[in-house]
């Protein structure tokens, strides 16, 4: 019985250490922060040409939304700004036709363009929409008379964003002890966008000792539990209580015995 | 003996009478005729209840996102509530990870008082969206809807506000902040007498009992708040079924939305008489101290 019970507490020693030695190679070891290159479109489009012919009533569903995102600089607030200008000039309808074609293809559009390489989580790709975003929010406040604008591609983004977030780290638990992740996540939360990091139940656990809600655990544990779950604890602290009675009375009492 | 007996029932004295001044020193009291607490059974099941009449828009409510600026949501309470007529405290919304105060996962759209906590909008799993007032009103829309109104300030009353649209979402960002409302997205169990429940509610199997708020009218058209707590274990499917069922037959209620309140770790509650004492028909498992958000009911 001793012999028995030293053998299952070393089992499970080098198990929980095998445990976490596994846990620790699961993390990606790539430190390196990417840095972000701006990238700048060659001006292909005239825009004024291309829309010279689209009535007023029709400029929302007929405006050119792939060939401007494929052919303007539309990365650089000045050529961004001379285009917002033009469309106003042209229709005379500052929000209800430049804001909302500009917001549809900045946001649903160009999201949409990139949905396909966002589902799997790309950090580096991630890191530089991120900080292409965040200028939005600074020209939200710059270029105030389309401040709801720019304010509205910067917010759907970053929803967007914390949506494949919160995604990757639902799918890939360890993912919150990614370097890139953390950086990702600490921009996010800067930026007052939360993503809940969810905790499994024996994380919760811990945290609740941690705590010392040793009655909430209790409450949890016995409301939560099935009769044949509650039994098998307790077959397993009376089995455990056993062998440390046997491996005391055996193996210490013949030690000090033999002494 | 002689000496320890009476200084014993001195100090047991003294302890009792400062904690019941404590209590009462914020809570002067207040009308009963607008706020009846009672437990009530119905189809074999137990319902302890906190009715408010708007009536006159004497019950107000108030709502504590966050720990800000260094305060915690108690401390911010305290402070706010000293001189009020407190009609209960209860924690709000569910917060997701970790719960410590630093960490807690707010989740869903929140502002504090035109502060913003929060920006990143839950849509699929929170539609209830909460709008509370600084003169205390309460305002519920349901997010999937996109048919949210709003008054005041630079709001066009004309408009319904899609939050889910970023150019809406903007606007109302904004307009909350001007206006110092205060911001928070729950479950929307019920609304306009349907239940609303969707099977991605993660505490779906969890059995546990359950607090919820409902707003909506009376039978004659007057407008009431109400805190259903149901202390017996139940998965939320099942409780928000039979308190709409409760408050839709019994209570003949116009439910215009039932929303979750926690009553997982931070189940903070506490409801007090009209005479301004404690009153134990639902307590809370924690103290307030711990609490990550509240929301407070109060008599003006």
């Known amino acids: 019985m001793p012999v028995v019970s030293s053998c299952l ?17 699961q993390v990606n070891k790539n430190q390196k922060i990417p840095d972000v290159k701006v990238h700048k479109a060659q001006n292909l489009m005239n825009l004024q040409d291309a829309i010279n012919s689209i009535s007023k009533r029709d400029i929302i569903q007929d405006f050119p939304y792939n060939n401007y995102l494929q052919s303007r600089n539309h990365m650089e607030i000045g050529q961004l700004e001379k285009d917002l200008d033009l469309i106003d000039s042209v229709y005379g309808e500052p929000i209800e036709i430049t804001e909302a074609i500009f917001y549809s293809m900045l946001a649903d559009s160009l999201i949409k363009l990139h949905e396909q390489g966002m589902k799997q989580y790309n950090p580096d790709f991630i ?23 720019y304010y509205a591609i910067y917010s759907e983004w970053m929803n967007t964003i914390t949506d494949f977030l919160g995604t990757y780290l639902k799918n890939d638990p360890i993912l919150k002890h990614d370097l890139k992740f953390k950086f990702l996540l600490a921009h996010c939360k800067l930026a007052n966008y939360q993503i809940p990091v969810g905790l499994t139940n024996s994380e919760k656990v811990i945290d609740y000792l941690v705590q010392g809600r040793f009655n909430y655990i209790w409450g949890r544990f016995w409301l939560s539990t099935s009769v044949l779950t509650k039994s098998g604890l307790c077959l397993l602290v009376i089995f455990t209580l056993i062998c440390y009675f046997f491996t005391f009375k055996f193996g210490f009492f013949k030690i000090f015995k033999n002494k | 003996m002689k ?17 019941t001044i404590a209590e009462l020193r914020s809570n002067i009291g207040y009308d009963s005729d607008y706020v009846m607490s009672s437990t009530v059974t119905h189809d074999g099941e137990t319902y302890n209840l906190v009715y408010m009449k708007r009536k006159d828009k004497h019950v107000r409510a108030k709502y504590f996102a966050k720990k800000l600026d260094g305060k915690s949501v108690m401390e911010r309470y305290q402070k706010w509530a000293a001189g009020r007529d407190i009609i209960l405290y209860s924690s709000g919304t569910y917060m997701d990870g970790s719960y410590d105060q630093l960490d807690a996962g707010i989740v869903g759209l929140t502002v504090d008082n035109g502060y913003i906590i929060n920006e990143k909008v839950e849509v699929g799993r929170m539609e209830g969206l909460v709008v509370v007032y600084p003169h205390g009103g309460i305002t519920v829309s349901n997010l999937a809807e996109g048919n949210l109104r709003l008054s005041g300030g630079s709001a066009d009353e004309n408009k319904l506000y899609d939050l889910r649209k970023g150019t809406d979402l903007a606007r109302f960002i ?14 929307l169990l019920a609304h306009e007498n349907e239940l609303k429940f969707k099977p991605n509610y993660n505490t779906k199997n969890a059995q546990r009992e359950r607090r919820f708020l409902a707003i909506g009218f009376d039978y004659a058209g007057r407008e009431v708040q109400c805190i259903v707590h149901k202390s017996e274990a139940a998965t939320l499917f099942d409780a928000s079924s039979k308190v709409l069922n409760f408050l839709k037959n019994r209570k003949r209620m116009n439910v215009t939305a039932l929303l979750n309140l926690d009553t997982g770790a931070q189940d903070v509650f506490r409801l007090y008489n009209k005479s301004g004492t404690i009153n134990e028909m639902v307590v809370g498992r924690t103290d307030i101290s711990n609490a990550r958000n509240l929301l407070v009911y109060y008599f003006e």
């Open chain 1, 9 to 25: 507490v070393l089992s499970l020693f080098f198990a929980f250490c095998f445990y976490f030695i596994g846990k620790v190679n």
């Open chain 1, 127 to 149: 890191i530089h929409k991120l900080k292409w975003i965040q200028d939005f929010e600074v020209y939200s406040k710059c270029f105030t008379e389309r401040k709801y604008l």
């Open chain 2, 3 to 19: 000496i320890i007996f009476p200084l014993l029932s001195i100090f047991l004295f003294a302890t009792y009478d400062s904690g």
């Open chain 2, 174 to 187: 904004d307009w909350a902040k001007e206006q110092r409302a205060t911001v928070f997205q729950t479950h």
